[in-house]
Nanobody, 123 residues
């Protein structure tokens, strides 16, 4: 059974940076795609960025392109989301999730989820 745990959230001022981590256990991530999703109060869950570990491909939402970068550390079985130039509208609970092989935009197709980490961007 694959288990995911996010960390690295917190309170940051507008324009600041955070790095989120998604640590996996139970299975290697070699055959999975890991997506980062976020959900703000009263809003739908939305996809932020995704990496296919097996294919080596990445994708990101237009709203975060140029500001967020997704990466992986195979040795640590961990995926990261580096966030720069944070805005108040980035405030949300951030989740990482896994599905087999390829990234997908539909969060309902992801089989494994972490509990989430809160990111708050405020002055």
């Amino acid at each position: 059974q694959l288990q995911l745990v996010e960390s690295g959230g917190g309170l940051v001022q507008p324009g600041g940076s955070l790095r989120l981590s998604c640590a996996a256990s139970g299975r290697t991530l070699d055959y999975y795609a890991i997506g980062w999703f976020r959900q703000a109060p009263g809003k739908e869950r939305e996809g932020v960025s995704c990496i296919s570990i097996s294919e080596g491909s990445t994708s990101s939402a237009d709203s975060v392109k140029g500001r967020f970068t997704i990466s992986k550390d195979n040795a640590k079985n961990t995926v990261y989301l580096q966030m720069h130039s944070l805005k108040p509208e980035d405030t949300a609970i951030y989740y990482c999730a896994a599905r087999f092989r390829l990234c997908g935009s539909d969060w309902g197709t992801y089989d494994y989820w972490g509990p989430g980490t809160q990111v708050t961007v405020s002055s």
